[in-house]
């Protein structure tokens, strides 16, 4: 099944890179760039959780029920997947100030078939490929190195979207420049902090599958983050100009 899954995964990253350049070119009309020319919608709040906890629940099934032998470095794995997604799809959606505010069925539902795809081959991969990781790969330098990307992209992360949630704590549904900290230098350091989140996993597991998402996630994000930074740029007059959308120095 292994290789099998390597086919499949490769194939799943050459359609990521494939479809940056429609990315680059349609905004998915949601948040900001929202608009009703997708058809219907239904409560962002609803419509984020739905489609994250299929990540949630799939790749936990998966890992659970596979035969594969679980080594301590792979309840890692499953650890951090679980706690991202819970946060992802039960935590930060009801935290948002978003009452009011709808995402179209479409892109909810595209959502759900890229979560169903990314979450099987990384759940299949572990819990029933047969590929077990020793428990000396806890010091393998790929682990360790990994394991502290993925930390700091996951509190970078954290840190914007409070960032982003705080600045609608008096009540208010409006959008306004965000500053401080890493928003000094990007205009999506949350979704920055995403992609090096993933990038990190991708090294800690060292599988195509793990790394089939961290180029699926810098494929979307890379041009959600051009599309906010254009926004950001066309609403506000006064935004600093200094500032890239989600890498430093460079985009």
């Known amino acids: 099944m292994a290789s099998t899954l390597d086919i499949i995964a490769i194939a ?3 359609l990521a890179l494939a479809l940056v350049p429609t990315q680059l070119k349609t905004t998915a009309p949601y948040g900001r760039h929202a608009h009703d020319r997708w058809g219907p919608s239904i409560s962002n ?7 994250e906890v299929v990540s949630l629940a799939v790749f936990v099934v998966l890992f659970l029920s596979g035969p594969t032998e679980k080594t301590a470095p792979m309840w890692v794995f499953f650890a951090l997947w679980a706690a991202h997604y819970i946060n992802r799809s039960l935590i930060f959606p009801w935290r948002t100030h978003t009452a009011g505010k709808t995402i179209p069925i479409a892109i909810v539902g595209s959502a759900i078939a890229f979560n169903l795809v990314n979450a099987s081959l990384n759940g299949l991969y572990l819990g029933w490929s047969g590929a077990v990781y020793p428990p000396d790969w806890l010091t393998d330098p790929r682990f360790l190195v990994g394991l502290a990307i993925f930390l700091a992209g996951a509190g ?9 949630i705080g600045l609608r704590a008096d009540g208010s549904t ?6 401080g900290g890493l928003f000094n230098v990007v205009s999506c350091p949350n979704l920055m902090g995403e992609i090096i989140q993933w990038s990190g996993f991708a ?3 060292w599988n195509l599958p793990a790394l089939s998402f961290a180029v699926w996630t810098a494929a979307n994000l890379i041009p959600r983050a051009v599309s906010h930074h254009k926004w950001y740029r066309k609403t506000f007059p006064d935004y600093p100009s200094s500032r890239r959308a989600v890498i430093p120095a460079l985009v």
Do not use: Q, V
Request: with cysteine; net charge positive.
């Open 12 to 14: 799943w990253t050459l």
């Open 156 to 164: 970078i992360n954290l840190w914007s979207d409070n960032k982003l």
């Open 45 to 51: 709040r609803l419509g984020w959780t739905i489609m």
């Open 203 to 205: 090294l800690m597991c």
């Open 174 to 179: 409006g959008y306004t420049i965000p500053r």
